[in-house]
């Protein structure tokens, strides 16, 4: 008789292990503690063989007496076996406008932000990114305020008050909670809300074991659990993130003191009552705290032959605090197998303040550009001479709350899909700030028959005039109502050439304005049959976008009373193609759009704040074509590269002015802000042949210049351009631990599944990026833009371990 015990190399069980005993019949397996007996003929040679599917086999050669009792314990390693390729189609991505990422890349992207998914988004056709501090984006001429953030269905809001990159915490998504990832760069279904740009839908995971994950760098921490009960009734996620950007900050031309601190936690956890009912809780907490103490900065600027050097002292500090709480209960029912109705509430609150009165005292010199002199790259000259002092006392207190019901019905040839919500917002936001700038003596603006005095007579009475004022507390509570339905049908000959119909129509109704909004959209999808597997698809749409709080607000505070919804008409003309090359699989994506705005509320950015004109409406259009392949470039990992083309432009209404010669002038169409003709990104991952433990995972982002307005001009007078954006960052990562690595029973790795250390480097090629820009003006109200640049290149290391 033999007997003992089979364990995996991390020494746990394994469970139904076959032992038998070669060229001989029967046989036994191991029980759930990985244990075994099995009787064996006596008096003669025999070879037991232990296999399991996915382990390599052993064997154990013995000669047992009569009457003989053996123990024979026995470790198997796992076996890796190269399948055939297996395609996994998703008929339904394909055939719509929403592109599938897989999520797994999220932990190797290097990223400055600690946004992964955010980040991967950038590469993608169609998105703009000129920031690399942010988790923000543009999406073919819109901004950030344009794009839809859904997570299992909630949808997700972000920071009101955040005016800068580096202020910025952590963005809701976790990317070790993520197990799906679907993005929209525009003609997307009417299920999706109220946007004009884009729309990313993410799903968490639903685990069925107990797991987890870590992860250190000098730029935080994650950690996150995961698992479920034994019956799988119940499953669980909880992830925590920190995030201290203080090393990259550090690195900025303005030197002083940064304290960022972010931290969040999030939780997910699911119920199934039976077969029939499925529950479950997203909990998200948020706090952080951006407390800045500049002290000194100095930029070079300009051409080679028209070079500029800006030196600032500055006193005081900035102390900015963001708290944001989201909770969300859905509950799904499915009576039949081809019906489920689901209903969602959710609440969002965000607690904002922004606090600083900052004092800058500066000097603004011409520098000496001639190469043959001795005083090249000195100051030869001094422009200006002044201080600028910023005081802020901001809060905001805002709360969103919704409740909604929605629908599948499932039909052979039909797939129709339905929903209903209401919204209530409350919004609570005190302004209080203002800005004086001094130039030589003299407080900008100053009239022409005074140094800075206004009337005596005039209310409220200001000391100086100031170069901004802003004083208003609004507070709004409105209601929102929305529907949507729509239907797929699908029609298929018997040639296997099929065409697949979307459409559906979206309504909207706002209390605040009284505006009833209907958004017919569609989408038709043909496959023709033919041997290249590729798949032709057209869009079009209407998609309004009624304010929200932002766009209400004016420069000073000012609430526009009267607000009409931004609108925006869209055209998609896209292809889908599967292909192979080299042996390996591939897919092209490629897209021509275009978008005719109407009811635009004009706007600027600067750096992430956007500042509306909340009274002025425009109307414009954007027009593009985005391009993607991706595939095994190296073979087993995926890469992407994607390049887009664009032009935005808008008209604002009844912007004429006249000139200095008294001519009336109509502007016409202008640069929108997000106006980057080109823009590429790419994704790519490589790997030692010889050991694919050591890996290479690189991240590229180019975009061309955009326009930019000194603040408090009008847009229709200046035609300033930023420098092009280019950014690479690469990562080395070395394989610590796989499921092949051997540990013995005491060693306290071996419940680790995997680890990985990385070598990041941050902006490999030194480009130095800008991200928005200082003006400075001398007494004759002469603008000079002082450019603020990103982050120059830096090195992280980081440690990402599973278990």
């Not at 942010?134 to 859904?150: A, I």
């Not at 006392?393 to 709350?401: G, I, S, T, Y």
């Not at 989408?523 to 766009?551: C, H």
């Amino acid at each position: 008789m033999i007997f003992g015990k089979v364990t995996d190399n991390r020494s746990q069980a394994l469970e139904l292990v076959n032992i038998a005993v070669m060229g001989l019949p029967g046989g036994n397996v191991t029980d759930r503690n990985g244990e075994y007996e099995l009787s064996v003929p006596a008096g003669e040679e025999i070879t037991v063989v232990f296999s399991f599917v996915g382990y390599n086999s052993q064997r154990a050669i013995l000669t047992l007496d009569p009457g003989e009792r053996k123990e024979i314990n026995i470790s198997l390693t796992v076996s890796t076996t190269v399948l055939p390729d297996v395609v996994v189609e998703d008929r339904q991505i394909r055939t719509s406008t929403l592109s599938r990422i897989d999520p797994k890349e999220a932990a190797f992207i290097p990223t400055v932000s600690g946004s992964a998914v955010e980040s991967l988004i950038k590469t993608m056709p169609g998105v703009a990114a000129m920031n690399e501090l942010t988790s923000q984006y543009s999406v073919r001429g819109g901004n950030y305020d344009e794009n839809l953030v859904y997570v299992n269905d909630i949808e997700i809001y972000r920071p009101f008050l955040v005016r800068a990159s580096q202020q910025e915490g952590l963005s809701f998504l976790n990317s070790d909670l993520v197990s799906a990832i679907s993005f929209s760069a525009g003609g997307f279904d009417p299920k999706y809300g109220d946007k004009m740009s884009s729309v990313l839908d993410i799903k968490y995971k639903q685990p069925k074991e107990f797991a987890g994950s870590f992860s250190a760098s000098l730029l935080g921490a994650t950690f996150h659990l995961e698992g479920a009960t034994p019956n799988q009734k119940v499953y669980y996620l909880l992830g925590t993130r920190y995030k201290t950007n203080q090393y990259v900050l550090n690195a900025l031309e303005t030197q002083g003191e940064y304290k960022p601190n972010f931290l969040d936690i999030q939780t997910l956890i699911g119920y199934r009552l039976n077969e029939k009912w499925d529950f479950s809780f997203l909990g998200y907490i948020s706090r952080n705290s951006y407390k800045m103490q500049p002290e000194t900065r100095e930029t070079a600027f300009g051409a080679i032959n028209q070079a500029y050097k800006f030196t600032v002292y500055y006193e005081g500090q900035e102390i900015d605090n963001f708290l944001s709480y989201l909770g969300g209960v859905t509950a799904e029912y499915r009576p039949t197998n081809s019906v489920t109705l689901k209903f969602i509430s959710s609440a969002y609150r965000t607690i904002e303040t922004e606090t600083y009165d900052l004092l800058a005292q500066y000097w603004l010199a011409r520098l000496e550009t001639d190469f043959s002199d001795d005083e090249f790259g000195q100051p030869t000259e001094t422009l200006g001479v002044g201080s600028y002092l910023d005081h802020a006392r901001n809060e905001m207190d805002a709360w969103v709350f919704n409740v909604e019901h929605r629908g599948i019905k499932d039909w052979s040839e039909h797939y129709v899909q339905w929903g209903i919500k209401y919204q209530h917002e409350y919004i609570d936001d005190v302004l209080n700030s203002w800005a004086l700038n001094d130039s030589a003596g003299y407080s900008l603006p100053h009239p022409p028959d005074s140094i800075g005095y206004t009337d005596p007579s005039a209310q409220p009475v200001y000391p100086f005039n100031l170069y901004y004022y802003g004083n208003a507390h609004n507070i709004l509570s409105t209601n929102r109502y929305t529907a949507f339905v729509q239907d797929s049908w699908s029609i298929v000959d018997k040639e296997n050439r099929s065409l697949l119909l979307i459409g559906g129509v979206r309504m909207q109704y706002w209390d605040y304005n009284k505006d009833l909004l209907i958004s017919p959209r569609a989408t038709v999808a043909f496959n023709p049959g033919w041997k290249t597997d590729m798949i032709l698809r057209f869009s079009a749409g209407i998609y309004y976008q009624a304010p929200f709080y932002r766009e209400m607000r004016d420069f000073d505070g000012t609430l526009n009373t009267d607000p009409v919804a931004q609108k925006s008409w869209h055209f998609v003309l896209g292809s889908d193609w599967n292909f192979t090359a080299w042996g390996r699989p591939f897919k092209f994506i490629s897209e021509v759009y275009y978008k005719k705005f109407g009811s635009l509320v004009p706007y600027v950015l600067d750096n992430l704040m956007i500042r509306y004109y909340a009274f002025d409406r425009s109307h414009g259009y954007a027009v593009g074509l985005d391009m993607k392949v991706n595939g095994e470039f190296v073979k087993g990992i995926e890469s992407w590269a994607s390049l887009s083309i664009l032009k935005t432009m808008e008209d604002i209404d009844d912007d004429m002015y006249y000139n200095r010669d008294s001519v009336l002038i109509e502007p016409g169409y202008i640069r929108r802000p997000t106006d980057q003709r080109l823009s590429i990104g790419m994704f790519f991952q490589d790997y030692l042949p010889k050991n694919p433990t050591y890996k290479m995972h690189l991240s590229l982002i180019y975009g061309t210049n955009l326009p930019f307005w000194p603040p408090g001009k009008p847009k229709n007078g200046y035609d300033f351009k930023s420098s092009n954006y280019f950014r690479v960052d690469i990562g080395f990562s070395k394989q610590l631990i796989s499921k092949a690595t051997f540990f013995s029973p005491k060693n306290p790795l071996r419940v680790f599944e995997s680890a990985w250390i990385s070598l990041e480097i941050f902006n490999l090629l030194q480009h130095l990026n800008v991200v928005s820009y200082t003006w400075i003006e001398d007494i004759y109200g002469r603008p000079y833009p002082v450019p603020n640049r990103l982050t120059p290149r830096q090195v992280n290391v980081k440690l990402v371990a599973n278990f």
